[in-house]
């Protein structure tokens, strides 16, 4: 196992710990701090497992784009209640027959983690989809995760390190 598998699996291990009444009572904390920060055209994500759940938003007044992702890259797209989903080769419920949003159209990106440090880097699942997606996009991003998620992380030149990351606890900023 690297030093970085090893980070994973123990923030996994944190968060895959918390109490059903936990991740809803923490993710509803999550959603309350965000929600101030969303405007415009957001990308969201549907949470898989102990993600934290974004179903808590007020999603009226936004336009919502969730993402899908090929074996090489990811792309959001607009969605609506009459979008239709199919579940992915991840388990992820994703749209079809949905239009594409282009990286340059968004203002906000809320990002699943694994794991977080406060200087606002974040560890993924390690297929790498956010890092190569997020630098062409001028949107805010930020990384949803809860506190248990928190460790210290080794970066490497390919990570991205995201504008926030909000917590049930605390709100973190990129200085």
Same mark, same amino acid.
């Given at each position: 196992?690297?030093?970085?598998? &090893?980070?994973? @699996?123990? @923030?996994?291990?944190?968060?895959?710990?918390?109490?059903?009444?936990?991740?809803?009572?923490?993710?509803?904390?999550?959603?309350?701090?965000?929600?101030?920060?969303?405007?415009?055209?957001? @990308?969201?994500?549907?949470?898989?497992?102990?993600?934290?759940?974004?179903?808590?938003?007020?999603?009226?007044?936004?336009?919502?784009?969730?993402?899908?992702?090929?074996?090489? &890259?990811?792309?959001?797209?607009?969605? &609506?209640?009459?979008?239709?989903?199919?579940?992915?080769?991840?388990?992820?419920?994703?749209?079809?027959?949905?239009?594409?949003?282009? @990286?340059?159209?968004?203002?906000?990106?809320?990002?699943?983690?694994?794991?977080?440090?406060?200087?606002?880097?974040?560890?993924?699942?390690?297929?790498?989809?956010? &890092?190569?997606?997020?630098?062409?996009?001028?949107?805010?991003?930020?990384?949803?995760?809860?506190?248990?998620?928190?460790?210290?992380?080794?970066?490497?030149?390919?990570?991205?390190?995201?504008?926030?990351?909000?917590?049930?606890?605390?709100?973190?900023?990129?200085?």
């Amino acid at each position: 196992m690297t030093p970085l598998d &090893d980070v994973r @699996a123990r @923030a996994l291990k944190r968060r895959n710990a918390l109490s059903r009444e936990e991740r809803i009572q923490y993710s509803r904390r999550i959603c309350e701090r965000v929600q101030p920060l969303l405007h415009g055209i957001v @990308a969201l994500y549907r949470a898989v497992g102990s993600e934290a759940d974004l179903s808590y938003l007020d999603k009226s007044g936004l336009h919502l784009c969730l993402p899908a992702c090929s074996k090489a &890259d990811m792309r959001f797209y607009h969605i &609506d209640e009459s979008t239709e989903y199919r579940k992915s080769r991840f388990g992820i419920w994703e749209p079809i027959h949905a239009l594409p949003a282009e @990286a340059s159209q968004l203002d906000i990106v809320l990002v699943p983690l694994v794991a977080f440090d406060e200087a606002c880097n974040r560890m993924g699942h390690g297929c790498g989809y956010y &890092d190569r997606y997020l630098p062409a996009c001028r949107a805010t991003t930020i990384g949803i995760a809860f506190e248990c998620q928190k460790d210290i992380l080794q970066l490497h030149a390919h990570d991205v390190p995201l504008d926030m990351i909000v917590s049930e606890q605390q709100m973190y900023r990129r200085t």
